[in-house]
């Protein structure tokens, strides 16, 4: 009596060695313009907090204080959260509409002569390029099961 009766199941209904069963929906794998554009938003925010921080902290000619300074570090933590977001695909319109913003902030930065900002200002111009253009990829949802003409998704 130590067999199972024939016909019985003796495996879970969606077990994932099924080979009936599709395997599960992959994204595709990350552009690598992607990486470079996340990596950008990330180191670029990381060492503008620590511009900005030494600056206040060593008291220069062009340290910021008070308010300048506080709108200074909030937008480099936000520099690093779009890279966040960038890296992990997600919240395109709000990382294109980000980085539009850094752009013409840093390109506005390059009028008082600094080279800082306009090598900045480009690598930035590069990430929004990589993000304009792999926007399918931020968009790439799973395929669901079940999806048929009364699903909302074509016609029918």
């Known amino acids: 009596m130590s067999r199972p009766f024939e016909g019985a199941i003796t ?18 794998h990350r552009p690598v ?7 950008i938003l990330i180191v670029g925010g990381i060492s503008a907090i620590m511009g900005t921080v030494g600056a206040a902290v060593g008291g220069g000619r062009a340290a910021p204080t008070g308010p300048i300074l506080a709108i200074e570090l909030a937008l480099d933590i936000l520099t690093i959260a779009i890279g ?19 752009v013409f902030l840093e390109f506005s930065a390059v009028w008082n002569g600094s080279t800082v900002a306009m090598l900045l200002a480009v690598l930035d111009a590069i990430g929004f390029v990589a ?7 931020f968009e790439w949802r799973p395929e669901t099961e079940g999806q048929g003409p009364g699903d909302g998704r074509g016609p029918g």
Do not use: Q, S, Y
Not at 33 to 39: G, H, L, P, S
Not at 131 to 137: F, K, P, Y
């Open 11 to 28: 495996t879970a209904p969606d077990d994932p060695d099924d080979p009936d069963l599709p395997p599960p929906a992959e994204r595709p």
């Open 33 to 39: 313009i992607i990486e470079f554009a996340a990596a």
């Open 84 to 102: 966040l977001l960038v890296r992990f695909g997600r919240a395109w319109l709000l990382c294109i509409n980000a980085i539009a913003v850094l």
């Open 131 to 137: 993000v304009a253009r792999h926007r399918a990829w």
